[in-house]
C-alpha cells in the first residue's frame, strides 16, 4: 500500500550516460514533484506536474527532462550525466496545485556518478 | 523571492530535554506551515502542521507555534527519544501558490 513509489532505489553510473527514475503515486493526487537534495540535504525543487501539466521548471539544466505519461506518474530522464548531478532525487505528490495542503514524498533515489 | 530561512542547521540534545527549532518566512502572503522529519534513507515525512488561523498545535511531544506579525513559526519537542534524531525541514506555502519553499533543514542528535 505503497503511496509514493520510486524505482530504482540507488543507480550507480558513469559520466556521459543517461538514466531514468520513475515515480508512482496511488493516492489519487492531482500534482506531482521532483525534488534534488545534496549532500548538505537542502531540497531544491526542479519540476512540478499538474494533471500531466508542467506548472513549475526550475533553473535546471535541460538535460535533465521530466515526463508525465498520466497524473499518476512523473518520470525523470537525465542525458549525459555529470559528477554534480550525484545526489538524492525525491519524488513528491500533493492532492491539488493551489491549495495549501501537504505534500507526500517518496523513499528516494539515491543517484552517484562516478 | 520567497525565503524561509531554519536555525540552528545542528542541534544536539540530552535524551529527556526539550529541543526548539525555529524557523522565519519572508512571503506574507504564506498561510501554511508543515514541518517534516527525515530520517536516515528516507523521504521527509510529515509530522505536524499549522495554518496561519491558528497561533499553536500540539500533537502528544510535538507542538507547533506560529507568529504571523513576525512572520516566526517554531517546532517543539518535548521530552526528546533517541528516536527523535533526523533532519527536520519547516516549509511554508501560499494558497494560490505552486511552490513550497522549504527551510534548510536542521540536523537534531539526541543523546541517550
Known amino acids: 500500500d505503497t503511496a509514493v513509489s520510486q524505482t530504482p532505489k540507488y543507480l550507480v553510473t558513469q559520466m556521459g550516460n543517461d538514466k531514468s527514475i520513475k515515480c508512482e503515486q496511488n493516492?489519487?493526487?492531482?500534482?506531482m514533484y521532483w525534488y534534488k537534495q545534496d549532500s548538505k540535504k537542502f531540497l531544491k525543487i526542479m519540476f512540478s506536474y499538474n494533471n500531466k501539466e508542467l506548472i513549475i521548471n526550475e533553473t535546471v539544466p535541460n538535460r535533465f527532462s521530466p515526463k508525465s505519461p498520466d497524473k499518476a506518474h512523473l518520470n525523470l530522464h537525465i542525458n549525459s550525466l555529470e559528477l554534480g548531478d550525484s545526489a538524492v532525487y525525491f519524488c513528491a505528490s500533493s492532492p491539488r496545485v493551489l491549495a495549501v495542503e501537504t505534500q507526500y514524498f517518496g523513499p528516494g533515489t539515491r543517484l552517484l556518478v562516478l | 523571492g520567497e525565503n524561509v530561512e531554519q536555525h540552528p542547521s545542528t542541534l544536539s540534545v540530552q535524551e529527556g530535554d526539550s529541543a526548539v527549532i525555529k524557523c522565519t518566512y519572508s512571503d506574507s502572503a504564506s498561510n501554511y506551515f508543515p514541518w517534516y522529519k527525515q530520517e536516515l534513507g528516507k523521504g521527509p515525512q510529515l509530522i505536524i502542521d499549522i495554518r496561519s488561523n491558528v497561533g499553536e498545535k500540539k500533537d502528544q511531544r510535538i507542538a507547533v507555534t506560529l507568529n504571523k506579525t513576525a512572520k516566526h513559526f517554531s517546532l517543539h519537542i518535548t521530552e526528546t527519544q533517541p528516536e527523535d534524531s533526523a533532519v527536520y525541514f519547516c516549509?511554508?506555502?501560499?494558497?494560490?501558490?505552486?511552490?513550497?519553499?522549504f527551510g534548510a533543514g536542521t540536523r537534531l542528535f539526541v543523546k541517550a
Open positions: 516549509a511554508a506555502k501560499g494558497t494560490g501558490g505552486f511552490k513550497t519553499i
Open positions: 493516492l489519487g493526487h492531482d500534482t
